[in-house]
C-alpha cells in the first residue's frame, strides 16, 4: 500500500464564500418565480428534521429540487455565474499550492455533484453529495448518503482502499470552516480553520 500526501478541502465557506445550495434556491426562484411553493415544503421539511420525524437524506433531496427543473447547461451557467465568483482567491492559490507541491488534493463537499462537476479548480478527486442520473440528468433522489460528517470520512477510506493508498498523517493537510468536519480532519496532522467571516486561515484546534 502506498502512503501518499493528502490535502482535504471542503468548499462552502472554506473554498467559496457563502452556503452553495442557498445561492442555487436563489437562482431557482429568480428564474422560476412559482417555485416558491417547493422552497416553503422544504421549511415543512426542515421542521420535520428537527422533530427527527424526516431523515437527513430526505431533506437534502427537497432542498434539492432545482436538480429536477435545470439541464447540465443550466446547472453549468449557474455554477459559472453564482459560484465562481465566490471563489476566496488565496483559498485557490492555496489548493493550487497543494497540487504543485505533490499533494493528492481531495474537495469533499456536502454540495451536490451535479454542479459541483462543473468546477475547474486544481484538484484531483472530487467527492460531493451523488444523486440519481436518468437519461443523463441528475435529479434530487440522493444516491448513498449526504456527504457530510462522518460520511465524508467513509467516502475518503473507500476512494484510499480501492487505489491501495494510505494516507502520510504527518505531512497532510485538512481544511474547513466547520466542526462538522472534525471526523476528516482527524485523518491528517495539519488542520486548518477557515473563517467564515473573511476565510482567513489559522490552526484548528479541537
Do not use: W
Amino acid at each position: 500500500m502506498k502512503s501518499v500526501k493528502c490535502a482535504f478541502f471542503d468548499f462552502d465557506n472554506t473554498i467559496a464564500k457563502g452556503d452553495t445550495i442557498f445561492k442555487l434556491l436563489v437562482y431557482t426562484i429568480k428564474k422560476h418565480p412559482l417555485t416558491i411553493v417547493r422552497f416553503l415544503l422544504t421549511i415543512l421539511y426542515g421542521i420535520g428534521y428537527i422533530l427527527h420525524l424526516v431523515s437527513k437524506e430526505k431533506l437534502k433531496e427537497t432542498i434539492l429540487f432545482p436538480l429536477d427543473l435545470f439541464n447540465s447547461e443550466e446547472l453549468k451557467t449557474f455554477y459559472q455565474e453564482k459560484v465562481v465568483p465566490s471563489y476566496y482567491p488565496h483559498m485557490v492559490q492555496e489548493l493550487q499550492k497543494r497540487k504543485d507541491e505533490g499533494y493528492l488534493v481531495f474537495l469533499v463537499t456536502a454540495s451536490s455533484e451535479a454542479y459541483m462537476r462543473f468546477n475547474e479548480l486544481p484538484i484531483d478527486i472530487l467527492m460531493g453529495t451523488q444523486t440519481e442520473i436518468i437519461d443523463g440528468e441528475y435529479t434530487s433522489h440522493i444516491v448513498g448518503k449526504n456527504c457530510k460528517d462522518a460520511h465524508k470520512v467513509e467516502r475518503i477510506n473507500a476512494y484510499l482502499e480501492k487505489n491501495n493508498l494510505s494516507i502520510d498523517y504527518e505531512h497532510s493537510y485538512g481544511y474547513s470552516d466547520s466542526t462538522s468536519d472534525i471526523p476528516m480532519l482527524k485523518l491528517v496532522k495539519n488542520r486548518v480553520r477557515i473563517s467564515k467571516k473573511d476565510g482567513s486561515m489559522s490552526p484548528f484546534v479541537f
